[in-house]
C-alpha cells in the first residue's frame, strides 16, 4: 500500500471540537482499509489569504497533518468526504515517497556545521578531508596579493625615514 499524507485547514475550533474532527477523519480512513501511521498538529495561523467553504469565508484555520498508508481506491473517496465535512477549509492528500534505505551521503556533502568565522576556506565548507582547489588558489592569491602590499609599505615606510633623515 501507497503512504499518503493527508494536509488539512480545520476551521479555527476549540480544542474538544477539533479533536472530534480528528477522530472523525482517522475513522473514515480507517473504515476504508487505511492505516494511520502519524498524526501531527501544526497548530492555528493566519491563512495565507481569505479562503471560501462551506458558504463561508475563513481567515484563520488550523493545520493538521494525517500520515497513513492505504490503498489507492481510497483517495477520490476521501477526498470527496473531506469536502464535505463542514469543519474543514481545505483537504489535500498527496503520496508520499517511502525510503527503505536512505541514500548515502554524497561525498561532497557538508557533513558538519560550516565555520565562516574560520580564515580557512576548508572549514568554511565544514569538511576537512575535502581538498576545494579552487578556493586555496584564491586564497593564495589573496595572501600574494597581501605579502605585495606589505612589501609596498615597508618601502614606503623606509622611503618616509629616509626623506627624515635627510631633512635633518
Known sequence: MP????????KALERPETVTVVKRTVNSLLQKGAIV???E????RRLPYQMKAH??????????VVEFDGPTTLVNSMKQLLKQ???????????KEI???????C????????NYYSPDPVAWFGAEDVKLEQYIKFDKRLINRKKKWMERIEQWKQQKKEQQEEMQ
Do not use: A
Open 55 to 64: 458558504t463561508e469565508y475563513f481567515t484563520q484555520g488550523r493545520y493538521l
Open 85 to 95: 465535512d463542514l469543519d474543514i477549509i481545505r483537504p489535500n492528500i498527496i503520496k
Open 3 to 10: 503512504r499518503y499524507e493527508l494536509v488539512m485547514i480545520v
Open 41 to 44: 498538529n501544526l497548530g492555528e
Open 107 to 114: 561525498p561532497g556533502m557538508v557533513t558538519k556545521e560550516p
Open 99 to 105: 525510503k527503505l534505505f536512505p541514500d548515502p551521503p
Open 37 to 39: 501511521r502519524q498524526i
